[in-house]
């Protein structure tokens, strides 16, 4: 690191940088109370490249960045974007009369926020990226052909001033009026717009020239040299000055008086310019380029760079101290002085004036765990392997994974590990007998220095009272306390309880949850949680009475005798302390940085007035202008706000109450307030920042439902009054058609009822009683008894069954099975050897169990027979099947006669009279049958068996709906 000065800047430049190597390695601050931060893209900010910082009216900080303009409030970066933007990185914030915050990007287009959306300005394609100007009337804009004047109101353009530029280079506005600088002029349009203008000599018009006020002058620095000259008001060359400054200059802003800071490519410098002689005093962030230079109204420095962030310096009342320069863990007592782990794994020996000594121990990687013997010189720490015992130079190994160790006495510790919890032999131990002894038991993994009082859990913390003689241990599986072997769970509002670190002080147990909070148990049954004003505590070291816990921002001291807490400010991030421990009025703490020292100062009575803004609504996730006509869906509330606390580490507690009801605290990391399915009706929201009640308020306003309102419930006496009228008629309505429609029914049961008579009729046909008793005739006459007995023994059994069957509306396929059985009987012993059949059964598991209407078969059978078979001049074979198909009965009734069509021919030369009765019958019986279902239809077709234009017989296919 470099840099080009004077002999007297040298000395000073020399020492700064002396600090430079002591501090964070990265900026040099002058201030002594200094807390220095770095913003940058690791910890949230958009972009390491920051072109400007600005300090808004309300105490915002702005952010213009490689990636766009962003609004900073110490928590969250908030970009404002517009689709109009050519690119994203610019410069120069303004804000205006209005509260409209101007940037312009670096393609020389100027954009405005306003109602919280960024606006693009109305111009004309711009030259290159020039200062704007704005007044409480006018915004001046360079353009190619002058400067172009817009009224700052309305933002109508109302004038452009014609002026011839070589190459326009800079502008700034000084005391109202607006200054441009040309390679050979500088022009002033004053708040008239009255337009004057100076040359400028030969010799000044090497390099870039900028203009900025003074001392309330015109100074024009040169860019690159040092050179500054000076006009008045009127444009008349003053004096020069030689500025000893390294870098291409950025900008210029004044600091107190005659001091200014120059922000330059090489560093930020503090120059004074008075007495017309300019004086280099310090410089800052010495090697880095720095863009702008901001003190906002709480003294707070933000100095952003191009490529390295913000630096970021906080005004603190503690005082802090680099002891040593390192990355250190852990850090114990040890003898006068301490012992510290640094990143290597080496355990270090310092002094009390924290000079580095002997190294005590080597670890294999980091140190886990630490633990110093309160009575020996003896100390244990934890690495990737397991735990060590040291005692001088001897170094003893076990492998287990220690979590905390307490001491006992000189024979035993109570130790916390992976796996168990109980006791430790320390292998340095001289002691023969201890009051610990009866419960040394060698029972676990055979390790012979252990002995567990409970096994397989994850022990994390224990802690023992002496006097009560209680150890208790938090684990995976709860907070437990053990009496003399007996064990019992200590629980909160009755459910299991989680702890990270367990103290005594007396004989009230304290424990640090896992979730950051701080509860008390003094009857060792329930705990309760003791009040402190934040929620992620963690490192609760116990000093006496005193319990130190560290926070977000501040160190806590909670006195356990007075129940109350104290907040301390560290001057530092506390989320960067890896370690501490209270020596007196001072903390020491271990960071990645190095050893740190600072005294403890009170900000427990810090009263600061911390601005704190609502930014927007949203209804539903959907961003809304406010809540006040709202509808009775629209329930789903979030609000965000914003506090400004920069660099203040005093702690800031935001609460809300809906209405009347109980103030709520809302959480450090939380900037949004949520209402989930809040009710219809008015709140106003209240808000309150450490105690004071603002006078801030926000009205919500949701709608009633209409079934709510009081119209509506009249129309719903109307509605249901009406409904009741219509619900009454289309009853009457209804139950005069079912009427009807069993009116129907039992004139269709009684059609149905003689269709199923006259088909019985029709199959029972006078010819086959005629036939029948011809035959038996016959039988008779030929003196065949027997067989005219047989024919008559079962003529009368088919009668009967037929008679019996006629009464009902469905029979079993068993009972049709035997009435087809009987009447083909009677037909082959009437017609001999030229009849034949044969009945096969498929798919059809019990015959008892399927029902079908009575007789549709047998009509099928006769009409094979009688118009099929019996003109044969041969034996013919009818074939009845019967299939089960899902929910479906098929029939299928083939024979080999001699076909419908010479049977229909046939029969025409015989009967001209006569029809064929039965088979109409049967088909109006399944029509009635059909009536009213829409699926699963009874149906018949006839289907013709020909052979090379021969026929070969009929084929008839009864289907027969089983449901």
């Given at each position: 690191?470099?840099?080009r000065?004077s002999?007297?800047?040298?000395?000073?430049?020399?020492?700064l940088i002396?600090?430079?190597?002591l501090?964070?390695?990265c900026c040099v601050?002058?201030?002594?109370?200094?807390?220095?931060?770095i913003l940058?893209q690791?910890n949230g900010?958009p972009s390491?490249?920051?072109?400007?910082?600005?300090?808004?009216?309300?105490g915002?900080?702005?952010?213009?960045?490689?990636?766009?303009l962003?609004?900073?409030d110490g928590f969250?970066?908030?970009l404002y974007?517009s689709?109009?933007q050519s690119?994203l990185?610019?410069?120069?914030?303004?804000?205006?009369?209005?509260?409209?915050i101007?940037?312009?990007?670096f393609?020389?287009?100027l954009?405005y926020?306003?109602n919280g959306r960024?606006?693009?300005?109305?111009q004309?394609?711009?030259?290159?990226f020039?200062p704007?100007g704005?007044?409480?009337?006018y915004?001046?804009?360079?353009v190619?052909?002058g400067?172009?004047?817009y009224?700052?109101?309305?933002l109508?353009?109302l004038n452009?001033?014609n002026?011839t530029w070589i190459?326009?280079e800079h502008?700034?506005l000084i005391?109202?009026k607006?200054y441009i600088?040309d390679q050979n002029k500088i022009v002033?349009?004053d708040q008239e717009?009255n337009?004057?203008q100076?040359?400028?000599k030969?010799?000044?018009?090497k390099?870039?020239?900028?203009v900025f006020?003074?001392d309330?002058?015109?100074?024009?620095?040169y860019r690159?040299?040092?050179?500054v000259n000076?006009?008045?008001?009127?444009?008349?060359f003053?004096?020069?000055?030689n500025?000893?400054v390294t870098g291409?200059?950025?900008?210029?802003?004044n600091i107190?008086?005659?001091?200014?800071?120059?922000a330059?490519?090489?560093?930020?410098?503090?120059v004074?310019f008075?007495?017309?002689?300019a004086?280099?005093l310090d410089?800052?962030?010495?090697g880095?380029s720095?863009?702008?230079?901001l003190?906002?109204r709480?003294?707070n420095?933000?100095?952003?760079?191009?490529?390295s962030g913000?630096?970021?310096?906080?005004?603190?009342?503690s005082?802090?101290?680099v002891?040593?320069?390192?990355?250190?863990?852990?850090?114990?007592?040890?003898n006068?002085?301490y012992?510290?782990?640094d990143?290597?794994?080496?355990m270090?020996?310092l002094?009390?004036s924290?000079?580095?000594?002997e190294?005590?121990?080597?670890?294999?990687?980091?140190v886990?765990?630490?633990?110093?013997?309160p009575?020996?010189n003896?100390?244990?720490?934890?690495?990737?392997?397991?735990?060590?015992?040291?005692?001088?130079?001897?170094?003893?190994?076990?492998?287990?994974a220690?979590?905390q160790?307490v001491y006992?006495d000189?024979k035993?510790y109570?130790?916390?590990a992976s796996?168990f919890?109980g006791?430790f032999?320390?292998?340095?131990?001289?002691?023969?007998?201890?009051?610990w002894d009866?419960y040394?038991?060698?029972?676990?993994?055979n390790l012979t220095?252990?002995s567990a009082?409970?096994s397989?859990?994850?022990?994390?913390t224990v802690?023992?009272?002496?006097r009560?003689?209680?150890?208790?241990?938090?684990?995976?599986v709860?907070?437990?306390i053990?009496?003399?072997?007996?064990e019992?769970?200590l629980k909160?509002?009755g459910?299991r309880f989680?702890?990270s670190?367990?103290v005594?002080?007396?004989?009230?147990?304290?424990a640090?949850?896992?979730t950051g909070?701080l509860?008390k148990s003094?009857?060792?049954?329930?705990?309760q949680?003791?009040?402190?004003?934040?929620n992620n505590l963690?490192?609760a070291?116990?000093?006496d009475h005193?319990i130190?816990?560290l926070?977000?921002n501040?160190?806590?001291?909670y006195?356990?005798?007075?129940n109350?807490a104290t907040?301390?400010?560290?001057?530092n991030?506390?989320?960067?302390?890896?370690d501490?421990?209270v020596d007196?009025?001072?903390i020491i703490m271990?960071?990645v940085?190095?050893?740190?020292?600072?005294?403890?100062?009170?900000?427990?009575?810090?009263?600061?007035?911390v601005?704190?803004?609502?930014n927007?609504?949203y209804?539903?996730d959907?961003k809304?202008?406010?809540?006040?006509?709202?509808?009775?869906?629209q329930?789903?509330i979030r609000?965000?706000?914003?506090?400004?606390n920069?660099?203040r580490k005093?702690?800031v507690?935001v609460s809300?109450?809906l209405?009347?009801?109980a103030?709520?605290?809302?959480?450090?990391?939380?900037?949004?307030?949520?209402?989930?399915?809040?009710?219809?009706?008015?709140y106003?929201?209240?808000?309150k920042?450490n105690?004071?009640?603002l006078?801030?308020?926000?009205?919500?306003?949701?709608?009633v439902p209409?079934?709510k309102a009081w119209?509506f419930?009249l129309l719903l006496?109307v509605v249901?009054?009406?409904s009741?009228?219509?619900f009454y008629?289309?009853?009457?309505k209804?139950?005069t058609h079912?009427?009807?429609?069993?009116?129907?029914?039992?004139?269709?049961?009684?059609s149905l009822?003689k269709s199923v008579l006259t088909?019985?009729?029709?199959?029972?046909?006078?010819?086959?009683?005629?036939n029948a008793?011809?035959?038996?005739q016959g039988f008779?006459f030929?003196n065949?008894?027997?067989?005219?007995n047989?024919y008559l023994?079962?003529?009368?059994?088919?009668?009967?069954?037929v008679?019996?069957m006629?009464?009902k509306?469905?029979?079993s396929?068993?009972e049709?099975l035997?009435?087809i059985?009987m009447?083909?009987?009677?037909?082959k012993?009437?017609?001999?050897?030229?009849?034949?059949?044969?009945?096969?059964?498929?798919n059809?598991?019990?015959?008892?169990?399927i029902e079908?209407?009575?007789?549709?078969?047998?009509p099928?059978?006769?009409n094979?027979i009688?118009?099929?078979?019996?003109?044969?001049?041969?034996?013919g074979?009818l074939?009845?099947?019967?299939l089960k198909?899902?929910n479906?009965?098929e029939?299928?009734?083939e024979?080999?006669?001699?076909g419908r069509?010479r049977?229909?021919?046939?029969k025409?030369?015989r009967?001209?009279?006569?029809?064929?009765?039965?088979?109409?019958a049967n088909?109006?019986?399944l029509?009635i049958?059909?009536?009213?279902?829409?699926d699963?239809l009874f149906t018949?077709?006839?289907?013709d068996?020909?052979?090379?234009?021969?026929?070969k017989?009929?084929?008839?296919?009864?289907?027969?709906?089983?449901?």
């Amino acid at each position: 690191m470099t840099s080009r000065s004077s002999t007297t800047s040298n000395n000073v430049r020399l020492a700064l940088i002396t600090i430079f190597l002591l501090t964070l390695g990265c900026c040099v601050y002058a201030q002594e109370n200094s807390n220095p931060i770095i913003l940058e893209q690791r910890n949230g900010l958009p972009s390491n490249y920051v072109y400007d910082v600005f300090e808004d009216h309300n105490g915002f900080v702005w952010m213009a960045t490689e990636q766009g303009l962003y609004r900073y409030d110490g928590f969250e970066y908030k970009l404002y974007a517009s689709e109009m933007q050519s690119t994203l990185a610019g410069s120069g914030i303004q804000q205006d009369v209005f509260g409209r915050i101007w940037y312009e990007n670096f393609d020389g287009y100027l954009f405005y926020l306003e109602n919280g959306r960024l606006n693009s300005l109305k111009q004309d394609h711009p030259i290159q990226f020039l200062p704007f100007g704005l007044t409480d009337r006018y915004l001046y804009v360079i353009v190619k052909d002058g400067v172009s004047i817009y009224d700052l109101k309305s933002l109508k353009l109302l004038n452009t001033i014609n002026i011839t530029w070589i190459y326009a280079e800079h502008a700034s506005l000084i005391n109202g009026k607006f200054y441009i600088t040309d390679q050979n002029k500088i022009v002033c349009i004053d708040q008239e717009l009255n337009v004057s203008q100076t040359s400028v000599k030969v010799d000044d018009t090497k390099g870039v020239k900028l203009v900025f006020p003074v001392d309330g002058k015109v100074a024009v620095f040169y860019r690159n040299n040092g050179v500054v000259n000076f006009y008045d008001k009127n444009l008349q060359f003053l004096y020069q000055n030689n500025i000893a400054v390294t870098g291409s200059v950025h900008h210029v802003v004044n600091i107190a008086n005659t001091k200014y800071a120059i922000a330059t490519s090489k560093g930020l410098w503090s120059v004074d310019f008075a007495h017309h002689k300019a004086k280099v005093l310090d410089v800052k962030c010495s090697g880095y380029s720095i863009a702008e230079y901001l003190v906002d109204r709480n003294k707070n420095e933000w100095i952003p760079t191009i490529g390295s962030g913000v630096f970021f310096n906080a005004i603190s009342k503690s005082k802090t101290k680099v002891l040593l320069k390192g990355n250190f863990s852990l850090i114990r007592p040890y003898n006068d002085g301490y012992i510290v782990a640094d990143q290597s794994g080496k355990m270090l020996k310092l002094s009390s004036s924290f000079s580095i000594g002997e190294t005590l121990a080597d670890a294999d990687g980091d140190v886990g765990y630490l633990f110093k013997d309160p009575r020996s010189n003896s100390f244990l720490y934890t690495d990737n392997t397991g735990v060590y015992v040291v005692q001088g130079a001897v170094k003893k190994y076990f492998n287990i994974a220690l979590k905390q160790a307490v001491y006992l006495d000189d024979k035993y510790y109570l130790i916390a590990a992976s796996g168990f919890y109980g006791l430790f032999k320390n292998p340095f131990a001289t002691q023969v007998k201890s009051d610990w002894d009866p419960y040394f038991k060698k029972n676990i993994f055979n390790l012979t220095d252990f002995s567990a009082f409970k096994s397989f859990v994850r022990a994390k913390t224990v802690a023992y009272n002496l006097r009560l003689q209680v150890v208790v241990v938090g684990a995976n599986v709860g907070t437990f306390i053990n009496n003399k072997g007996v064990e019992s769970e200590l629980k909160l509002n009755g459910e299991r309880f989680f702890v990270s670190k367990l103290v005594w002080c007396e004989d009230v147990l304290f424990a640090l949850s896992t979730t950051g909070n701080l509860y008390k148990s003094e009857d060792l049954k329930e705990f309760q949680k003791v009040e402190i004003p934040e929620n992620n505590l963690r490192l609760a070291k116990h000093v006496d009475h005193t319990i130190y816990m560290l926070g977000s921002n501040f160190l806590y001291a909670y006195d356990t005798k007075r129940n109350s807490a104290t907040r301390y400010d560290l001057g530092n991030n506390t989320r960067s302390i890896n370690d501490f421990v209270v020596d007196g009025e001072n903390i020491i703490m271990t960071t990645v940085d190095g050893l740190f020292s600072t005294n403890l100062i009170s900000t427990a009575g810090e009263k600061v007035n911390v601005p704190f803004y609502v930014n927007d609504f949203y209804v539903n996730d959907v961003k809304v202008e406010s809540f006040s006509n709202l509808s009775y869906d629209q329930n789903n509330i979030r609000i965000n706000f914003s506090y400004l606390n920069f660099g203040r580490k005093n702690g800031v507690v935001v609460s809300y109450r809906l209405n009347n009801d109980a103030w709520v605290v809302v959480p450090n990391q939380e900037r949004d307030i949520y209402f989930q399915a809040l009710a219809p009706g008015s709140y106003e929201l209240a808000f309150k920042v450490n105690g004071k009640v603002l006078p801030e308020k926000v009205q919500i306003n949701i709608a009633v439902p209409i079934w709510k309102a009081w119209w509506f419930y009249l129309l719903l006496i109307v509605v249901s009054v009406v409904s009741l009228w219509l619900f009454y008629a289309a009853k009457t309505k209804r139950y005069t058609h079912q009427i009807k429609l069993l009116n129907d029914k039992i004139q269709l049961e009684k059609s149905l009822a003689k269709s199923v008579l006259t088909s019985i009729k029709a199959q029972m046909n006078p010819h086959f009683f005629y036939n029948a008793l011809n035959t038996i005739q016959g039988f008779i006459f030929t003196n065949d008894k027997l067989s005219a007995n047989n024919y008559l023994a079962k003529f009368s059994k088919l009668t009967r069954l037929v008679l019996e069957m006629s009464e009902k509306e469905n029979v079993s396929l068993n009972e049709e099975l035997d009435a087809i059985k009987m009447y083909l009987d009677l037909e082959k012993m009437r017609f001999g050897e030229k009849i034949d059949y044969a009945i096969v059964l498929k798919n059809i598991s019990s015959v008892e169990a399927i029902e079908l209407p009575p007789m549709l078969i047998q009509p099928l059978l006769e009409n094979a027979i009688k118009h099929g078979l019996l003109h044969l001049d041969r034996p013919g074979k009818l074939v009845i099947s019967l299939l089960k198909n899902n929910n479906q009965l098929e029939v299928r009734i083939e024979d080999d006669g001699i076909g419908r069509e010479r049977a229909a021919k046939l029969k025409a030369n015989r009967e001209k009279t006569h029809d064929s009765f039965a088979l109409k019958a049967n088909q109006a019986r399944l029509e009635i049958l059909n009536k009213n279902r829409k699926d699963s239809l009874f149906t018949l077709e006839m289907i013709d068996k020909v052979e090379n234009g021969i026929a070969k017989g009929t084929i008839a296919k009864l289907t027969i709906p089983l449901d």
